[in-house]
C-alpha cells in the first residue's frame, strides 16, 4: 500500500508539473499570435526531464491562427529537446525559450486566408521583392503597390495588384509557378505579367530563384485550388 502511495503521489506530482508547463506553453504560443481559434498542446516528458527544464518532446494544432499579420488556416508542429526557464515557469512566470528549437511540421493555408493576408508586411515584402525582379526600376519607382488578391491553382499562382502615382492606376495580372529547388532555395517560372495596357512580361523561359534562409529546411511546398500546403522545419529562435 505504501509502494502504491507513493506511485500515486509521484503520479500527481508529474501531472501537476506536466499541467503547469502545458498552460504556459500554451500562453507562450498565445502570445507569439494576434489570435488564434484552436489551440491544443500535448507534452511527453519524465518528471525527471520537466523539472530539470528539458522538454523532450511537444505537439502543437491550431487553427485559423494569425501570425504578425499571416492568416494561417492549420498547422501542426512537433519540436524535441525544449530548453526552457522551467524555474521561473513553476513560480508563475512567462515562459521563455533558452536555446533555439528546430521545430518540423506541416502548414494549410486556404487560398482565403491568403487573401486576408496580402496586407502584412511580411507577405507584402516579399511579393514586393518578386515585382521588383520582375520589373524595370524606373516602372515601380515612386509608385505605390496594394497587392488585392491571390489565386491558386495547380502548381501556378496569379497575383492581383495595384500601381498607383499622381496619374492614372496600373492594374497587374501576375502569373507564376513556384517549385522549390532545395530545402531553402524557391524558383518561379512560366512568369507573365499584365496590365490593363498590354503583356508586360512574357517569357517562358524566365526563372526567379529566392535564398529561404538558413532557419528553414522545406520539404514540400504545394499549391492545389484554393490552397497552399507547406512542409518542413523551421528554426524558432528565443
Known amino acids: 500500500m505504501q509502494q502504491f502511495n507513493s506511485h500515486s503521489k509521484k503520479s500527481h506530482k508529474t ?5 503547469v508547463l502545458t498552460a ?4 507562450w504560443l ?7 481559434s484552436e489551440l491544443e498542446v500535448e507534452i511527453r516528458a519524465s518528471d525527471r526531464q520537466l523539472l530539470s527544464g528539458c522538454i523532450p518532446w511537444v505537439s502543437v494544432f491550431a487553427s485559423h491562427a494569425v501570425y504578425r499579420g499571416l ?14 526557464n522551467i524555474g521561473s515557469v513553476l513560480k508563475g512566470q512567462p515562459l521563455r525559450l533558452l536555446e533555439t528549437v528546430p521545430v518540423v511540421g506541416e502548414l494549410i ?16 515584402t516579399g511579393l514586393y521583392e518578386v515585382l521588383v525582379e520582375l520589373l524595370p526600376e524606373h516602372y515601380l519607382k515612386s509608385k505605390s503597390i496594394t497587392w488585392k488578391k491571390i489565386d491558386l491553382n ?9 500601381l498607383a ?7 497587374l495580372d501576375i502569373s507564376m509557378s513556384p517549385e522549390l529547388l532545395s530545402t531553402q532555395e524557391l524558383k518561379l517560372s512560366s512568369i507573365q ?9 512574357e517569357d517562358t523561359n524566365k526563372q526567379l530563384y529566392f535564398n529561404l534562409g538558413s532557419d528553414v529546411d522545406i520539404q514540400e511546398l504545394t499549391l492545389i485550388p484554393g490552397k497552399l500546403v507547406c512542409r518542413g522545419r523551421i528554426n524558432v529562435n528565443p
Open 30 to 36: 498565445k502570445t507569439q499570435v494576434s489570435q488564434v
Open 24 to 27: 504556459a506553453l500554451k500562453l
Open 15 to 19: 501531472r501537476i508539473v506536466t499541467n
Open 193 to 201: 505579367v499584365k496590365s490593363h495596357t498590354g503583356v508586360l512580361v
Open 154 to 162: 495547380q502548381s501556378q499562382a496569379k497575383l492581383f495588384a495595384i
Open 165 to 171: 502615382d499622381e496619374g492614372e492606376p496600373t492594374h
Open 71 to 84: 492568416h494561417l488556416t492549420q498547422i501542426q508542429l512537433v519540436a524535441e529537446n525544449i530548453r526552457i
Open 109 to 124: 493555408q486556404s487560398q482565403e486566408d491568403l487573401n486576408a493576408s496580402v496586407s502584412s508586411t511580411l507577405l507584402s
